[in-house]
């Protein structure tokens, strides 16, 4: 159970269990494995680190591994820590308390000033090297300023996802009917992990700093080597401290535990470490983590209320989604009257019956959830065990759930109301047709019979608009306008506008590249759909359950009749060739002649793969000014042929 939870955790970027109930079920295993060690297994989960390793990325092997560190979430244990320090050392100490920040460990190696390799925490022994995608986090230094740092170092650290990003990203994700981030972790994990480095730079990712490592430091001591750090250039956070007690100690996380809710990224407990390089030296590691330093973790803030009732609701691709309707109760700052059951499972889970006592904890302190039941509190008038429903809230149509997910959706989208307006209010947005109108409109016009699909749309006109409550001449010829200008959106956006299943804003560019009309893609064969990159089964076969439905394909038909397009122009096409056709090609430099952008469109429009690190799948590297060593070093060992911008055009002409 422990390794699927670390596979939840570090590979997926999906757990299923708190912190706080993963600690306490390795700190059991640790305690049977001490007690019986004849059953101890080399492989236990207590005897590695989590990984996060990734089959997409080249891995590399630490020059110091990436260690653990032990983890409390009791004051007394850190009393320990600090006295069994003290008796270990027998002389004056120190420690320097920092904050715990919540992200995803990195690894970057320094060599003449310049930033040539960053890898992920991994197994602890080798992670992936995300080299491409980290350049792209600005708080990161490519190259170092001032004077004094060592030839080559590494230094380690957090990257993280601000609150303010955080909250964005989960409104596009969850208006997109995508799974929404559990919390800025798993964000800034599955961030670091995707192979476009232009998306990872959209994200904002910001990177925290705690530790240098090297030969040649500035300094004997933690404290300060970080100080020099940061006049290199580096994030190093302002809140780390120097104590002298443990009665410091104590007051620093105190004061933390209160005042860290008003910091832009996310904590989750304070870290404790030797200051003097010569006594972490004498102190040493157990197998798993070092002996001169400790994790308290904060306790996540749960509040108990009463469970009132549950309700579903139904999304635009017909996903259900069951709500606990709660007694308000103050919690992190904020009431709150609803929480998140996520999905059938969880309730059964949970054993939930109304009017249950439940405890709830903020997600990420942002998404209220509930946690757990409080059997203690349970009456005899016990209330009716909560039960996923089995056929739709909204129109009654039977429920089905694919094999392998966890949730149930209505099939009947053509005839269930939400759907039916989340479908619209998708073909509307700014990614899809742009066109001026928003979720209220759209409620406006489907209750008033004026829409009923997202082909009604281009039916309106202003005066059977201005017949509407709210709405004036202005208004009606506004968004009149509006829809004849969406006429002219290209076939890409107009095919992500379908809302077809799992195709979002990035599938569809792929689909429009690889067939370039509707008629094309709509003849596709599975087997064709899946060739295409990025392109899996899941994908394939929601695009083809799409067209084989015959309402889909009369909708389709309209649309084209009102004069949307279902084609890439002929212009487009007539740019594209297939001359760099199954070729992965990498950028890296300073060009003169073009932009790096419009270097990686010519790409892709003479039918070539852009990627963002170098592997045994490059075909060439375009090369300009500055080019990166480390891209260049792996070049030479892997024989990737180096091109320089002429050189490109010419494969063009």
């Known amino acids: 159970m422990l390794e699927q939870h670390n596979y939840n955790y570090y590979v997926l970027s999906a757990p299923t269990i708190s912190d706080f109930e993963f600690d306490k079920m390795m700190r059991e295993l640790q305690e049977l494995e001490t007690a019986h060690p004849e059953f101890d297994d080399p492989d236990s989960p207590t005897h590695r680190v989590g990984s996060d390793l990734s089959k997409e990325f080249e891995q590399v092997e630490h020059t110091y591994p990436m260690l653990s560190l032990g983890n409390t979430y009791s004051e007394e244990e850190v009393l320990d820590f600090y006295e069994r320090t003290a008796r270990s050392l027998n002389e004056p100490f120190e420690i320097v308390a920092e904050l715990k920040y919540d992200g995803t460990s990195i690894s970057l190696i320094y060599k003449k000033g310049r930033l040539v390799r960053a890898v992920t925490r991994g197994d602890g022994v080798r992670g ?71 998306l990872v730079a959209s994200r904002k990712l910001d990177a925290y700093f705690y530790y240098l490592l090297g030969e040649q430091l500035p300094a004997e001591s933690h404290y300060e080597n970080l100080q020099a750090a940061r006049a290199w250039g580096f994030k190093i956070p302002d809140v780390m401290r120097k104590c002298h007690s443990a009665k410091e100690v104590f007051e620093y996380i105190a004061h933390w535990d209160v005042e860290r809710k008003n910091l832009p990224v996310a904590t989750d407990g304070i870290v404790l470490k030797v200051n003097s390089l010569r ?15 400790i994790a308290y973790k904060f306790q996540a803030e749960r509040a108990e209320t009463r469970l009132n009732s549950v309700s579903f609701q139904v999304g635009r691709t017909g996903t259900v989604t069951p709500v606990a309707n709660l007694e308000p109760v103050l919690l992190a700052g904020t009431v709150v009257k609803r929480a998140s059951l996520h999905n059938a499972d969880i309730i059964e889970g949970l054993d939930l019956h109304l009017g249950d006592q439940v405890y709830v904890e903020k997600g990420g302190e942002i998404i209220p ?20 429903v089995r056929t739709c809230p909204e129109c009654g149509t039977p429920l089905v759930r694919q094999e392998g997910e966890a949730a149930y959706y209505c099939p009947n989208e053509l005839g269930c109301p939400p759907q039916i307006k989340g479908k619209i209010i998708h073909f509307v947005t700014r990614k899809a047709m742009n066109i001026n109108m928003g979720p209220e409109t759209v409620e406006d016009l489907y209750e008033a019979g004026l829409v009923h699909d997202v082909a009604d749309l281009y039916t309106l006109r202003e005066q059977d608009l201005v017949m509407l409550e709210r709405w004036a001449e202005k208004s009606a010829r506004n968004l009149i306008r509006s829809l004849e200008e969406s006429r002219q959106v290209p076939f890409e956006r107009v095919l992500f506008g379908l809302g077809i299943r799992y195709v979002g804003e990035t599938v569809a560019k792929r689909l429009a590249a690889a067939f370039h009309s509707i008629e094309a893609l709509g003849k596709a064969t599975f087997e064709e759909l899946t060739a295409v990159d990025e392109i899996g089964d899941r994908i394939a076969r929601s695009v083809l359950d799409y067209f084989a439905d015959e309402k889909n394909r009369t909708l389709i038909a309209r649309l084209k009749e009102y004069g949307l397009r279902m084609a ?24 003169a002649r073009h932009s790096r952008d419009e270097y990686k469109a010519m790409i892709e429009r003479n039918g070539g793969k852009n990627s963002g690190s170098v592997s045994g799948k490059t075909d060439y590297i375009l090369a300009g000014e500055n080019m990166g060593p480390a891209k260049l070093e792996k070049a030479a060992k892997l024989g990737v042929k180096i091109i320089h911008e002429d050189e490109f055009l010419k494969m063009l002409e």
């Open 279 to 293: 006594q972490q030296r004498n102190l040493g590691f157990t197998a798993k983590s070092p002996r001169w330093a």
């Open 128 to 198: 992936d090297d995300v080299t491409a995608n980290v350049k792209t986090i600005r708080s990161i230094p490519l190259r170092l300023r001032g004077t004094g740092y060592p030839e080559e170092f590494e230094i380690r650290g957090e990257v993280l996802l601000p609150w303010a990003e955080f909250d964005r990203l989960n409104k596009e994700r969850e208006a997109q009917e995508e799974p929404l981030f559990a919390n800025p972790r798993n964000a800034a994990s599955g961030t670091l992990k995707l192979q476009n480095p232009a």
């Open 369 to 388: 959830k509930i946690v757990g039941v409080n059997m203690d509190a349970r009456s005899l008038l016990l209330g009716d065990k909560v039960r996923f």
């Open 568 to 591: 890439i122009d002929e212009g487009t096409l007539a740019e594209r060739s297939d001359k760099l056709s199954g070729l992965t090609i990498v950028i890296s430099g300073t060009f």
